[in-house]
């Protein structure tokens, strides 16, 4: 039988190249639910090309255009964040690949996980808000949790066959961004246009800005704690221009072990769908000759502070993951809209972990909260 998988979040950049990656192998694969916030057009359209089960569109405005063009072909249209979460219920889904931006697919993920769905996680958020969580509900429910980040998917392939091999050390490569190099005085001014401009990746607007800020680097690091069960002083953030190298880990004995590709998140959303097996595939492959030299850099944490506050946070813990995220995405969300400038960004995030409550052992409700109450501090001292 065909492996049936959910996609939430079918229209963003991880979406759409998770369909064209079944595509290839529809063999293997089937696709149950698609979901979208806002994007019908594209949603209806992939809906008539790949025939799922079900559709949701969250935007319950934009129901009646969705339903009426897909309830004609037996696809069942549904709308609003409950439908959202409750869809993963469904017994012809085998994976969930959550690839939602932001908190928004949190609630999804813990449904889909007490429902016995495998998760391929590419919403290193959900990890971030409440990992602690998630990684004890993974372990209750059996659910295996595959990363599908480039970096965490590169940490995931070097620890295959290693079995109890203790980790010492990894390696989180970053690009650096399109303002590597700049120091704080340059970047007093930046636009969002410039800072829309990823030197290597193709992205959505939000994940875009993250790497920018080396925000999404910090949200990365606190992803790999849980994710691979490891301490501060076990993740290294290494700068590394080319994107060539997507992580490494480094073993007791000293030895390390990198997964090396060219920069395309397909293989990660293959990888994460197939897993345990390598499929064949035809994407562009990597030659060294193309890439000469490889180089590598410290992260600048004074000047690109998100990255120092993301790894304070984690160090902290309790809710404080959850604060990070919560400030962060009100920021990134004012700087798009031009009421708030690059640095101040960091300033925005700063304030709201001192100023918001910390509680040490969260339970769902605590990060409920903690998330709404960040939301309403955040735009106050916007």
């Known amino acids: 039988m065909k492996i049936g998988i959910a996609i939430l979040g079918s229209t963003g950049s991880i979406g759409t190249q998770a369909l064209e990656v079944i595509i290839e192998h529809k063999d293997l694969f089937s696709v149950e639910v698609l979901t979208a916030n806002n994007n019908c057009d594209l949603l209806i359209k992939q809906a008539k090309k790949h025939k799922p089960n079900t559709v949701v569109i969250v935007n319950q405005a934009k129901y009646n255009k969705v339903n009426s063009e897909l309830s004609k072909l037996g696809i069942k249209v549904y709308s609003g964040q409950k439908s959202l979460e409750q869809i993963v219920e469904s017994e012809n889904i085998n994976i969930v690949l959550t690839a939602l931006v932001g908190y928004s697919g949190l609630i999804p993920t813990i449904n889909a996980i007490k429902h016995g769905k495998k998760i391929a996680l590419a919403n290193k958020e959900t990890l971030v808000v409440a990992g602690d969580l998630i990684t ?4 209750k429910y059996g659910v295996p949790i ?8 590169a940490i995931f392939q070097c620890l295959v066959g290693e079995n109890n091999n203790a980790i010492e050390k990894i390696y989180l490569t970053a690009s650096g961004g399109p303002f590597r190099g700049k120091k704080a005085a340059e970047l007093k001014t930046i636009s969002k246009k410039q800072a829309l401009k990823h030197p290597n ?3 959505g607007a939000k994940i875009t800005i993250d790497s920018a800020t080396l925000m999404n680097k910090g949200l990365e690091v606190i992803e790999a704690k849980w994710l691979f069960n490891l301490s501060k002083d076990q993740i290294d953030v290494v700068v590394h221009p080319q994107s060539i190298i997507h992580s490494a880990v480094q073993f007791e004995d000293g030895s390390i072990k990198a997964q090396l590709g060219i920069p395309d998140m397909k293989l990660p959303i293959q990888y994460a769908l197939g897993f345990p097996c390598r499929l064949k595939n035809n994407f562009r492959r990597f030659s060294f000759f193309d890439y000469p030299n490889l180089t590598f850099e410290k992260a600048d944490e004074k000047t690109f502070r998100n990255l120092y506050l993301a790894y304070r946070a984690m160090e902290k813990g309790g809710n404080s993951a959850c604060i990070l995220n919560a400030a962060n995405e009100i920021a990134v969300e004012a700087f798009l809209n ?4 690059f640095l101040n960004m960091s300033d925005l995030i700063d304030n709201c972990l001192e100023k918001i409550t910390f509680v040490k052992s969260p339970t769902i409700e605590d990060y409920i909260e903690t998330d709404q109450q960040t939301r309403l501090l955040a735009n106050k001292l916007l």
Request: charged fraction near 30%.
């Open 146 to 153: 595959y990363p599908v980040d480039s970096e965490h998917s």
């Open 338 to 341: 031009d009421k708030i400038g």
């Open 136 to 139: 004890k509900l993974s372990k």
């Open 201 to 203: 990746w193709s992205m």
